[in-house]
């Protein structure tokens, strides 16, 4: 008579690859790293252009892309550093010990950032993740989507010979 045991908490997080998250995380020091480098290049340069909102719109889209990798390389290193334990500990600080008690396995996403606990009688609730994560990438990335397209808009108006409205104040 074999007795039948309750499924445990698994190891690691289901679809958690550490060697993929640390590809993810060097490419986006490197992807900072180099969107830096052209924002001091193209400061050096604005000398050589006609003054305008263009070089700020840029600066402000290059800026928030920047912060939205640092955010959620943030939030995704608290996802690599999941081990056994502190999933346990995640889940114990996130939901009580009598709820992490019930926890039959985690989940990790990386899109959005998440860290779930499941518990045995169905459903989860995310833990190790800070709230404000997602949140804020999505503002990041919502205003470097505006600003990118403000600039590429201003732009256009340069190729096309059109004047900014700043500049026709000047040279009024």
Same mark, same amino acid.
């Given at each position: 008579?074999?007795?039948? #045991?309750?499924?445990?908490?698994? +190891?690691?997080?289901?679809?958690? $690859?550490?060697?993929?998250?640390? /590809? ?19 400061? &050096?340069?604005? +000398? ?7 070089? %700020?719109?840029? &600066? !402000? ?12 390389? %943030? ?5 690599? /550093?999941?081990? @056994?334990? $502190?999933?346990? *500990? ?6 009580? +010990? ?5 926890? @039959?396995?985690?989940? &990790? ?5 998440? /860290?779930?606990?499941?518990?045995? +009688? ?5 833990? &190790?993740?800070?709230? %404000?994560? $997602? ?7 919502? #205003? !470097? ?6 600039? !590429?808009?201003?732009? @256009? @108006? /340069? =190729?096309? !010979?059109?004047?900014?409205?700043? *500049? *026709? =104040?000047? $040279?009024?």
């Amino acid at each position: 008579m074999s007795q039948h #045991l309750p499924p445990q908490a698994s +190891e690691s997080a289901d679809g958690f $690859n550490s060697i993929a998250l640390l /590809f993810i995380l060097l490419i986006g020091v490197v992807v900072v790293i180099s969107l830096i480098g052209y924002l001091g290049s193209s400061v &050096a340069r604005r +000398e050589q252009r006609p003054p305008g909102h263009r070089l %700020w719109l840029r &600066a !402000g889209c290059i800026l928030s892309v920047c912060a939205a990798i640092c955010v959620y390389m %943030w939030g995704a290193l608290h996802v690599l /550093f999941m081990e @056994d334990m $502190n999933m346990r *500990q995640a889940c114990v600080a996130a939901g009580g +010990e009598a709820r992490a008690s019930t926890v @039959d396995g985690y989940e &990790a996403s990386y899109i959005p950032l998440r /860290f779930t606990c499941r518990i045995s +009688e169905g459903g989860s609730y995310t833990a &190790a993740i800070p709230p %404000w994560i $997602n949140p804020a990438l999505s503002g990041l990335v919502g #205003l !470097g989507l505006i600003t990118g397209v403000a600039s !590429g808009i201003t732009r @256009d @108006d /340069f =190729k096309r !010979g059109n004047v900014v409205p700043s *500049q *026709q =104040k000047r $040279n009024s």
